[in-house]
T-cell receptor
């Protein structure tokens, strides 16, 4: 039972490069989330999705795009990476009846 | 907009003693869920305890319990008989009920357990 799987675990990008963080869950959850974690800032919500085909902006959406490809997958794209996007990124999912969120292992992204 | 505030950036406790971590939240909803998550150095997010707002009884999970004060919008976590393995970052989180599925976190409290 894999739960929530994020890839990659680590990534180094040069300023201006693009990349997509992948997230997949196998728990048949409706809601999925992307967060970034920075020291002293907690987890800040970037985007979230209630179901396939729907997405909403969180607190810090600028510089990011998302795609809810199907019920299982929710990807986060950085079109032109900036050093300010250096962070640890977490994907999470939750169901309707099971309200708590389950998290992936996180992706440590460094933009140089 | 829902907000979650953890006013203690760092706390410390002696092994075997009790510590309480504070959390307050702001919401206009009557139906919602509150959570405490633990993040050890491995950075994995682990659910510690959950509280449904409609339940008056405080949630308990082994050595972990909460003091849920709905009117005061307060949700503190008590850890009894602290163990070295409890050392971690602790996050308080809020999730709306009904069609509001946004999940909001506080900034966290770093707990140190001294032997």
């Amino acid at each position: 039972n894999a739960g929530v799987t994020q890839t990659p675990k680590f990534q180094v990008l040069k300023t201006g490069q693009s990349m997509t963080l992948q997230c997949a869950q196998d728990m048949n959850h409706n809601s999925m989330y992307w967060y970034r974690q920075d020291p002293g800032m907690g987890l800040r919500l970037i985007y979230y999705s209630a179901s396939e085909g729907t997405t909403d902006k969180g607190e810090v959406p600028n510089g990011y795009n998302v795609s809810r490809l199907n019920k299982r997958e929710f990807s986060l794209r950085l079109e032109s990476a900036a050093p300010s996007q250096t962070s640890v990124y977490f994907c999470a999912s939750s169901g309707y009846r099971i309200r708590e969120a389950f998290f992936g292992q996180g992706t440590r992204l460094t933009v140089v | 907009a829902q907000t979650v505030t953890q006013s203690q950036p760092e706390m410390s406790v002696q092994e075997a003693e009790t510590v309480t971590l504070s959390c307050t939240y702001d919401t206009s909803e009557s139906d919602y869920y509150l959570f405490w998550y633990k993040q050890p150095p491995s950075r994995q997010m682990i659910l510690v305890i959950r509280q449904e707002a409609y339940k008056q009884q405080n949630a308990t999970e082994n050595r972990f319990s909460v003091n849920f004060q709905k009117a005061a919008k307060s949700f503190s976590l008590k850890i009894s008989d602290s163990q070295l393995g409890d050392a971690a970052m602790y996050f308080c989180a809020y999730k709306g009920g009904g069609s509001n599925y946004k999940l909001t976190f506080g900034k966290g409290t770093l707990l140190t357990v001294n032997p």
